[in-house]
């Protein structure tokens, strides 16, 4: 005889035994089999105690399928094995930590689509999981639209990551809308001499959208309309990288390749935060003309801010630090006869990316020059 009847041989003895009066086992026994779940999480206790593994499993196992929490626990605690089986069976019963549970690791696991974990997880009855309550607050009105390439379903964990700190940054992206696709045929490696990331997508681009595409290993860059992020980019990492999309240039010293393109005016692209002179010191007219072309020009109220006058009439570039104006920025370091300028003094995020305060200046210029597009 199967193990699994021998419960229903015990509660039949019982019942022929039975006098009018039932004693508290056999009420146990009664509701256990009238699908209390308490009286069956009992039953299982009692098995176990009596060293009966098999029938406390049947019985902490029908426990937990009509919502036992104490039953769920034992099974974890006593049949650690099928932790996955006893996690989904909570989940299935609503209980928060094992829904959460199971909604993060799904999140990983290559068989699951991003559709399907949204269909799963974003339900009205999940409202209690916080921490995608970002993905159900997607605005509508895009001013950009984001497409984020990845090579394995195991990523959905990174991009729902990436869609929390986009929330989370200083800068105007909240209206960007971002769409999930999967590309199996993503191949990326690491260049040997800049150790960026470089990857190779069948995804079809448009020129009018953006592309973010995750690679395993390498630096992370930005290069037109596609941003590749490396497996460990951060919160920080982002935020410059998407401010190169806004249009600021890098403040710190550029390769000389690059430079030589950035600074010498090869590249079509006028940063937000960056002017370049080929002289350290002007006459007022050239002066009053690099101020009305400056993109911070509203921010600064006279052009004598932006230089020092000598005795010999010249102005010296640079403005008091206190000030916002014209400082030294290092990117065309690189590049004889070319002098990069900032807009303040202190560091940003676009000289080093662990900053993760953005200057009030930054944020609306960026949000000026999304207005204007």
């Known amino acids: 005889m199967k193990k699994g009847w021998r419960p229903l041989l015990m509660v039949f003895c019982l019942l022929l035994t039975a006098d009018s009066q039932p004693t508290r086992q056999q009420q146990q026994w009664f ?16 098995f176990w105690q009596q060293g009966q593994k098999s029938d406390a499993l049947y019985w902490w196992q029908r426990a937990a399928q009509r919502g036992s929490q104490g039953a769920l626990q034992s099974l974890t605690k006593h049949f650690p094995q099928q932790r996955r089986k006893w996690l989904v069976l909570a989940a299935e019963q609503g209980e928060p930590a094992a829904v959460r549970a199971l909604a993060a690791r799904q999140l990983r696991q290559p068989g699951i689509s991003w559709s399907q974990w949204q269909a799963r997880w974003l339900q009205p009855r999940y409202e209690f999981l916080q921490e995608y309550e970002h993905l159900r607050n997607r605005s509508a009105d895009c001013q950009q639209q984001v497409t984020v390439v990845a090579g394995s379903n195991r990523q959905k964990a990174r991009y729902v990551q990436l869609l ?23 191949q990326c490696t690491v260049d040997d001499a800049s150790q960026r990331a470089q990857c190779a997508t069948s995804t079809p681009q448009v020129a009018e959208q953006r592309y ?31 401010a190169h999309w806004l249009g600021f240039a ?57 230089a020092q006058r000598g005795a010999d009439g010249r102005w010296q570039l640079g403005s008091d630090s206190e000030v916002i104006g014209l400082h030294p920025a290092a990117t065309c370091d690189a590049v004889d006869g070319v002098y990069a300028w900032k807009p303040l003094a202190q560091q940003t995020p676009m000289e080093r990316h662990q900053l993760q305060q953005w200057p009030a200046l930054y944020q609306r210029l960026a949000t000026q020059a999304l207005m204007a597009n």
């Open 212 to 242: 973010i595409v995750f690679a395993a290993a390498g630096k992370s860059s930005a290069h037109g309309n596609r941003l590749t992020l490396s497996e460990h980019s951060d919160r920080a990492v982002l935020a410059h990288e998407l």
């Open 31 to 46: 509701a256990s089999f009238a699908n209390d779940p308490a009286a069956q999480h009992q039953t299982a206790l009692t």
């Open 164 to 186: 929390r700190d986009v929330q989370a940054i200083e800068l105007p992206t909240a209206q960007w809308c971002f769409e999930w696709q999967l590309d199996a045929s993503l």
């Open 250 to 306: 890098d403040e710190y010293p550029m390769s000389k390749p690059l430079a030589e393109h950035f600074c010498q005016g090869r590249y079509d692209f006028r940063p937000l935060n960056l002017v370049t002179t080929t002289a350290r010191t002007l006459t007022t007219a050239e002066l009053k003309r690099l101020w009305q072309t400056l993109p911070w020009r509203s921010a600064v109220a006279d052009w004598r801010q932006l």
